[in-house]
Structure formats: C-alpha cells, structure tokens
C-alpha cells in the first residue's frame, strides 16, 4: 500500500505539474500577442517587418524574393498547408476516423479547437483590420486582413493539436516528441512562408503563432479539467470504452 500510495502521489504530482505548465504557457503567449498587438497598433513595429521583408527580396528588386525559381515554388506549396482547404481537410479527416473508432470526446475536442480558432481568427483580423503589405508585391492571392496571420493561428492550432492527440497513441517517449516536432515545424514553415511570399508582415506571423497555440493549450487544458473531473472521460486509448476515463487529452 505504501509503495501504491507513492506512486499515486508521484502521478498526481505530474498532472499538476502539466497543469501549471499549460498555464504559465497560455498567460505567456496572451502577453506575447498583447505586446505584440500594441505594437503594431502604434506603429512601432513597421521598421521591424520592412526590414525583414526586405532581406527576403533581392537587393534593388522588391518583386523578386531571394533564392532560385523552384525554391518559390516549393514555400507556395507549404504555404498550402496552412491553407483554410487543406486545414479543414486534415481536420475533418482526423473527426471521421475518431468518430469511426468510437473515440467522441476526442472528436469533439478536435472539433471545437478548430472551429472556434477559426472564428477567433476572423474576429481578430476584423478587430485590427491591419492592411495587407504594401512594400513587395504579394506572391499569391489574399482576401482578407493581415494582423494576426490567419495561415500561422489556424495551423498552430491544426498540426499542434492533431500532433499531440497522435502522439498519444504511442508509449515511446522518442516517438512523442518525434510527432510533436514535425507538427511544430510544420507549424513554423507555413509562418514563414506567409512573410516570404510578402502577404503578412512578420508581426502578423508571430501573433498569429502565439494566439494559435495559446488556443490550442486552452482547448488541451479545458479537456484536462474536464476529464478530471470526470465530465469528459477521455476514449482515445480505448475505442471499446466511451465511457472509460483515460488518460487526459493531453498527456503525450
């Protein structure tokens, strides 16, 4: 009994421990955005994106972005992946197959993650409504407002998410992080293809990341309390058992 009560201890210890850390991340992205947002709504942060988007263009030509022709093609094609279709698509991929193995609560989460990022990426972008960059010409269509990058948010939201649940299913510690850091730099790749192709501002990239996964750990930490308190038992490791409480969403 004593050894089962360490144990027991140690696990509990672990899932406070997660809990905290989710948080102090969450508060340190929302101030990440804020500083972030307060700087472009005064102006003091166009001297940082032109330079950027200036290092990314050949000196004396703003509409040629440095690097051979294959290399354009090949950041249109991961600027893609942060596209609404290809987003959508994964998603909606993802809740078929935990709604065909039983796995709901799974599917739900997945599901409100990334509806209601989108719906927080279009307020936002209504609420700053942020001009498009004037300074290069823009290497593929846009149609909507530039703060925060919606491609970087939706993607941060999308491939972290989907990452961490698949994660999950493996019991190797090497195999988790392996998922979750291809996730990440899918994540990191379709940002900066955003500011290479000239359609955001790199401030619009940075927020759109910190929002994106502050969402995302919010979504992560909500099901964690919720499973905790046994009003969303967790079936993503068992399909056979909706109602069997396993392990939170987000332990990977």
Do not use: N
């Not at 508060?27 to 990440?32: A, M, P």
């Not at 970087?152 to 939201?157: G, Q």
Request: hydrophobic share 50%; net charge positive; proline share 5%.
């Amino acid at each position: 009994m004593g050894r089962l009560s360490r144990v027991v201890a140690e696990v509990r210890q672990r899932v406070e421990l997660t809990t905290v850390a989710l948080v102090t991340l969450i508060t340190g992205g929302l101030w990440f955005f804020v500083e972030i947002a307060d700087e472009v709504a005064e102006g003091e942060a166009r001297r940082f994106d032109e330079a950027i988007l200036l290092a990314l263009r050949t000196p004396g030509a703003v509409d040629d972005p440095i690097g051979p022709l294959w290399f354009e093609e090949v950041v249109r094609d991961l600027s893609a992946l942060g596209g609404v279709a290809i987003l959508c698509g994964a998603a909606l991929a993802a809740v078929g197959y935990l709604l065909a193995t039983r796995r709901r609560r799974a599917a739900l989460l997945v599901f409100v993650a990334v509806a209601g990022g989108q719906l927080l990426s279009m307020a936002l972008k209504l609420g700053f409504a942020r001009p498009r960059p004037d300074l290069v010409p823009h290497g593929m269509a846009v149609h909507s407002a530039s703060f925060p990058s919606g491609h970087s948010m939706l993607s941060a939201i999308v491939w972290l998410t989907l990452g961490v649940l698949l994660a999950r299913l493996h019991p190797r510690r090497t195999i988790k992080l392996y998922i979750v850091a291809w996730a990440t730099a899918l994540t990191l790749l379709v940002g900066a293809s955003r500011v290479y192709l000239g359609v955001h501002w790199p401030t619009d990239v940075l927020a759109g990341w910190a929002m994106g996964a502050v969402w995302a750990m919010g979504c992560w930490t909500v099901a964690r309390w919720l499973h905790r308190r046994g009003t969303m038992p967790d079936a993503t490791t068992d399909p056979g058992a909706e109602g069997h409480a396993g392990p939170s969403p987000t332990s990977a």
